[in-house]
Every structure is written in C-alpha cells, then in structure tokens.
C-alpha cells in the first residue's frame, strides 16, 4: 500500500483528472470576478504636511521640545485619536448617516480611526491618509485630520513652553529666597563676629601687642611706684616723735581720707568697692576719734605734727590712691588682653565657617543664574510659539478627491481566487483518486495483493485517441502553468501587504 501513494500515483491521478482543476479554475475567476463587482469601493485621499523649522536661529532662541519627529508625531497622533476629537470629526463632517443611528458610536471612532493611515517621511515630511466610500469625503476628512495635527502640535508647544516656564518661575523663586537666605545668615554671621573675622586679624594682632606693651608699662610703674611708696615709709618712720602726734594726727588721717572719698565719688559710683571700702574706712576712724578721752580745754596745748610730717603723709596716700588707679588700669588692659587673644583664637574658626558660608552662597548664587539664563530662554521660546516662529506643520499638498478607488484591486483578488480555485482541483483530484480507488498497473494490484501478474494486455492506442492525448497533456500544462502564475502572484500580493 505505500507505493500506491507514491510521485508517480499521484501524477497520474492529475493526468486522468485533468479537467478538474480547469472547471475549478474557471468558476474560482468568475466567482472573484463577481464578488470584485458586487464589493463597495472606498477611495483614499492623502495630505502632505512639511515640517518646518524654527525662523529663528537656535543660537539665539534655543528651542524647548527637542524630541525627534517621529516621536512628536506620534504623541500628538495618540491625542488626536482620542474619542473626543474623532466623534467631533464625525460629527462635523456627517460620516457614516446611514449607520450613525444604529452603530454605537465607539464603534464608529473605531472605524475612522482604522480608516486613517499615517507615514513619516524623513525628518521633515509625514504623509496623512483616509479611507472613505465617497471620494469628496475622503479629501475633506484627509485635509481636517492633517488641520488637526497642526493645531494640536501647536497647542502641545504652547503648552510645553508655558509649562517649562512655569516650572522655572517656581524654582527661580525658591533659589531666590534660598539666596536671601543665606545672604541673610552671612550678613547675622558678620555682624555677630565682625571682630573676630579674618579680615580683622592683623588689627586684632596690633591692639594685642600694644596692651601688652602697656600692661608692661603699667606694671613699671606699679613696682615704681611701690619703691617711692617704701621710700615715703621709711623717711616718715624716720621722723622725730612729736607729743602732739598722737592727737591731731588722727583728725588729719581723717581728713585725708575723706579728701580721698571725694575723690573717688568724682570717678567711681557709690556702689564701687573702693568707695565702700574708703567709707568703712572713714566710719572706723571717727568711730576711733569718738572714743577718745575730751582734750582738757584749759590744758596746755600740744604740739601739732611738723610740716613734712604732714607732706609725707600726703606723698604716702597720693602714692596709694596712684597704685590703686595702676593696679585698676592692669586689670582692665588684662580684661582687654584677655579679650583680643580671644578674638585671635576664635579667627580660623570663624575663617573655615565663613568659608563654608560663602561656598554654599556661591552654589546657590550660580544655580540661580543658571536658572534665570534659562528662565529668559524659556520665555523667548514661550514668545516665539505664541508668535508662531518656531518649529510649525505646514500642508505642504492638501487632498483631492481621488479619481480611482483604492480597493477592492479586481487584479489582486482574481489572482488570488485562481490561485485559490486552482488549488482546490488538484487536492479535489486527489481525494477523488483516493476515495474511488482502481487498478490502472501491474505494480498496483501485485503491491495491493501480494499476487504475481501472469500476463497483461496493453491498450490498444488508436490514431483518435492519439490525438485527444495530446490536447489533454497540452491542457493539463497550461493548467498547471496558470495555476502557477497565479498562485505566485497571490503570494506576492499577500507579501506586499
């Protein structure tokens, strides 16, 4: 049995049922035929729109969108298909009336929107179809759809612009205040260590070294002042003792004393310590005086205190009041001492905080450049897609109306349909052969029944049967040959699309 479905069976079958993929053939190109004149015909209308470039060159204005073509197109394709703006072009321009009230209107942008075809050409043209039943509407839909992509990529950069200039006021303001900020801290900064700043060091260092050169000074005079104050001591000691002395000596100590509290209530408040020490003084003193015996009027009165008695003890407190103002002068140049080596030790770390300060200040100060260049470069842009001076789709070829439909092509589909038919004879004369099995050869009956073929009689072949042969194997080629062409140019067509 397997050799009965060999090359040569096969073969055979398509030279006895020869007629088959003929009467096949020619119905299949009839029935395309009918089917071509009997489908609607729907004409297709193009538009093409040139992309033109900015007017002004981009060394001046630089542009905002700066995506490619393609992608633009596309975006702005993708908001055009929206059903809003379809169902506005269907309504607009009346499609579909016969069906608009019984087709739900998604189905309806569905249609258009398979019924529009869109083709980028380059970097600078983009080619805009539509399909229609009507020919006029085919061209007016093309040449809307194509209006439709112009508005709509204007107003997408007009957006884009004002949304980039928007967004770079925001961020302008905020650098703005971020910078006032720290001017702000800088300015607190100075003001609350203006004399421990670098800039102040070397004066600071000067005033340091002048205290302590007076600080020096003072302290010589101080030691100079204790020795003549020994040296007083030491001559006042040296005195001959009067009687007297002890009298009158002690109203004079007082008097001295209180001569020095006025003194010191000429330089000092009340609440000074030395003004509250001189006044404990003086009270002790008159307290003292108080307790001592009433001189005897009628006694005879006392020698006073010699003359340079008295003048030493008015060297002597004038040399105290003298060490009392040095030694205040000390502690206050040592105050200021202490003071300025402060102001020197705290000058580099006030330096590297300054420095910190001021490299912040510095990177605020040149992002919100950055952003003002951009800002006012955003703003030329905005100006220019108000103006319609930058990047705009110009129609380049508006749509007419087609004068020919774009399909259905009868060519392609009688190609197709013979290809077809062509096909179905010769898979028809095969199950024919299949299902109605017969003997034609010795090796057929001896394969199916394993029997040996004693004799055979050949045909009988006559001058008629010669003839009709022949015209069979000639129809049996140009079938095959037809059916060839056509079935390779319905593989073509289909590739093609």
């Given at each position: 049995?397997?050799?009965?479905?060999?090359?040569?069976?096969?073969?055979?079958?398509?030279?006895?049922?020869?007629?088959?993929?003929?009467?096949?053939?020619?119905?299949?190109?009839?029935?395309s035929?009918?089917?071509?004149?009997?489908?609607?015909?729907?004409?297709?209308?193009?538009?093409?729109?040139?992309?033109?470039?900015?007017?002004?060159?981009?060394?001046?204005?630089?542009?905002?969108?700066?995506?490619?073509?393609?992608?633009?197109?596309?975006?702005?394709?993708?908001?055009?298909?929206?059903?809003?703006?379809?169902?506005?072009?269907?309504?607009?321009?009346?499609?579909?009336?016969?069906?608009?009230?019984?087709?739900?209107?998604?189905?309806?942008?569905?249609?258009?929107?398979?019924?529009?075809?869109?083709?980028?050409?380059?970097?600078?043209?983009?080619?805009?179809?539509?399909?229609?039943?009507d020919?006029?509407?085919?061209?007016?839909?093309?040449?809307?759809?194509?209006?439709?992509y112009?508005?709509?990529?204007?107003?997408?950069?007009?957006?884009?612009?004002?949304?980039?200039?928007g967004?770079?006021?925001?961020?302008?303001?905020?650098?703005?205040?971020?910078?006032?900020?720290?001017?702000?801290?800088?300015?607190?900064?100075?003001?609350?260590?203006?004399?421990?700043l670098?800039?102040?060091?070397?004066?600071?260092?000067?005033?340091?070294?002048?205290?302590?050169?007076?600080?020096?000074?003072?302290?010589?005079?101080?030691?100079?002042?204790?020795?003549?104050?020994?040296?007083?001591?030491?001559?006042?000691?040296?005195?001959?003792?009067?009687?007297?002395?002890?009298?009158?000596?002690g109203?004079?100590?007082?008097?001295?004393?209180?001569?020095?509290?006025?003194?010191?209530?000429?330089?000092f408040?009340?609440?000074?310590?030395?003004?509250g020490?001189?006044?404990?003084?003086?009270?002790?003193?008159?307290?003292?005086?108080?307790?001592?015996?009433?001189?005897?009027?009628?006694?005879?009165?006392?020698?006073?205190?010699?003359?340079?008695?008295?003048?030493?003890?008015?060297?002597?407190?004038?040399?105290?009041?003298?060490?009392?103002?040095?030694?205040?002068?000390?502690?206050?140049?040592?105050?200021?001492?202490?003071?300025?080596?402060?102001?020197?030790?705290?000058?580099?770390?006030?330096?590297?905080?300054?420095?910190?300060?001021?490299?912040?200040?510095?990177?605020?100060?040149?992002?919100?450049?950055?952003?003002?260049?951009?800002?006012q470069?955003?703003?030329?842009?905005?100006?220019?897609?108000?103006?319609l001076?930058?990047?705009?789709?110009?129609?380049?070829d508006?749509?007419?109306?087609?004068g020919?439909?774009?399909?259905?092509?009868?060519?392609?589909?009688?190609?197709?349909?013979?290809?077809?038919?062509?096909?179905?004879?010769?898979?028809?004369?095969?199950?024919?052969?299949?299902?109605?099995?017969?003997?034609?050869?010795?090796?057929?009956?001896?394969?199916?029944y394993?029997?040996?073929?004693?004799?055979?009689?050949?045909?009988?072949?006559?001058?008629?049967?010669?003839?009709?042969?022949?015209?069979?194997?000639?129809?049996?080629?140009?079938?095959?040959?037809?059916?060839?062409?056509?079935?390779?140019?319905?593989?073509?067509?289909?590739?093609?699309?």
């Amino acid at each position: 049995m397997e050799q009965i479905f060999n090359i040569q069976t096969l073969l055979g079958s398509l030279r006895r049922l020869w007629w088959l993929p003929i009467v096949t053939l020619v119905a299949s190109i009839g029935i395309s035929w009918e089917i071509t004149r009997k489908m609607p015909r729907f004409y297709q209308a193009s538009t093409l729109v040139l992309v033109e470039p900015q007017k002004i060159p981009s060394n001046y204005v630089k542009p905002i969108v700066t995506t490619p073509i393609e992608t633009r197109i596309r975006t702005v394709q993708q908001q055009i298909y929206s059903r809003s703006r379809i169902e506005a072009v269907i309504n607009d321009y009346n499609l579909y009336p016969e069906v608009r009230d019984q087709v739900p209107m998604e189905v309806l942008v569905a249609r258009v929107t398979r019924s529009i075809r869109l083709q980028v050409s380059g970097t600078n043209t983009f080619k805009i179809w539509y399909e229609d039943k009507d020919p006029k509407t085919a061209a007016i839909v093309a040449n809307a759809i194509a209006e439709l992509y112009i508005k709509e990529n204007v107003d997408a950069r007009r957006r884009e612009a004002r949304g980039t200039t928007g967004f770079l006021g925001v961020q302008l303001e905020q650098r703005r205040k971020d910078l006032e900020a720290k001017e702000a801290e800088l300015a607190a900064f100075n003001r609350l260590h203006l004399e421990e700043l670098p800039a102040q060091r070397d004066v600071n260092f000067r005033m340091l070294d002048g205290l302590r050169v007076r600080h020096q000074v003072v302290s010589d005079d101080i030691s100079k002042e204790k020795d003549r104050k020994i040296v007083l001591e030491g001559e006042l000691a040296s005195l001959p003792e009067s009687g007297g002395s002890a009298g009158p000596s002690g109203f004079t100590q007082l008097d001295t004393l209180r001569q020095e509290l006025v003194e010191l209530r000429g330089r000092f408040t009340e609440s000074h310590p030395d003004v509250g020490a001189l006044k404990r003084q003086i009270a002790q003193l008159e307290a003292d005086l108080a307790a001592r015996p009433a001189l005897d009027p009628n006694a005879a009165a006392r020698p006073v205190a010699s003359l340079r008695e008295q003048q030493l003890r008015q060297q002597i407190a004038d040399s105290e009041l003298k060490l009392k103002d040095l030694t205040r002068e000390t502690e206050r140049i040592q105050r200021d001492i202490v003071t300025y080596e402060l102001r020197v030790s705290n000058a580099p770390r006030n330096e590297q905080l300054l420095l910190a300060m001021k490299r912040d200040y510095d990177i605020l100060q040149g992002a919100y450049q950055d952003l003002l260049r951009n800002m006012q470069q955003a703003e030329m842009a905005e100006t220019l897609e108000q103006e319609l001076q930058g990047e705009q789709f110009i129609v380049l070829d508006r749509a007419v109306p087609p004068g020919a439909p774009f399909k259905p092509q009868p060519t392609q589909i009688i190609m197709i349909g013979s290809a077809l038919g062509m096909a179905l004879g010769v898979l028809l004369a095969l199950l024919m052969d299949l299902l109605l099995p017969r003997f034609r050869t010795e090796d057929e009956l001896a394969a199916a029944y394993a029997i040996p073929v004693l004799a055979s009689i050949p045909r009988i072949a006559t001058a008629r049967a010669g003839r009709w042969g022949f015209l069979r194997r000639k129809a049996v080629v140009g079938t095959g040959v037809a059916g060839g062409l056509a079935l390779l140019a319905a593989l073509l067509v289909l590739w093609r699309r």
